[in-house]
Nanobody
Framework: QVQLVESGGGLVQAGGSLRLACAAS???????????MGWYRQAPGKQRELVAT???????NYAPSARGRFTITKDEAKNTVGLQMNSLKPEDTAVYYC?????????????????????WGQGTQVTVSA
């Protein structure tokens, strides 16, 4: 029911910048609200961890390693989030996954039925060379 399209990522030298973007859609259904949307990452041999997420109420969550260097933004009208990553370090190398927790109208406009979904993107590689 949910599709996430990720873009950005790539190879950059330490100290450089990259921007990730993620767009959520629900096919012919209407996304009524997004509870949380953002980014996690997973480095080889490590567990997936939070990078930054944007909350439906307007707040944000940042991992301590991301705070001050990364900035998450959202466009509610387009159901997208962006992650600007500055001052990148080799330890930021990982596959970055877009995550969304949202509500979709599974009924009709005159008889709405709201259901909640969580979904992960396919992931995009970020590599930071020393």
């Amino acid at each position: 029911q949910v599709q996430l399209v990720e873009s950005g990522g790539g190879l950059v030298q330490a100290g450089g910048s990259l921007r990730l973007a993620c767009a959520a859609s629900a096919g012919s259904r209407t996304i009524t609200s997004i509870n949380e949307m953002g980014w996690y990452r997973q480095a080889p041999g490590k567990q997936r961890e939070l990078v930054a997420t944007s909350l439906g109420g307007g707040g944000t969550n940042y991992a301590p390693s991301a705070r001050g260097r990364f900035t998450i933004t959202k466009d509610e009208a387009k159901n997208t989030v962006g992650l600007q990553m500055n001052s990148l370090k080799p330890e930021d190398t990982a596959v970055y996954y877009c995550y969304v927790d949202l509500n979709i109208n599974m009924g009709s406009w005159y008889r709405p039925v709201t259901e909640r979904f969580e979904h992960w993107g396919q992931g995009t590689q970020v590599t930071v060379s020393a």
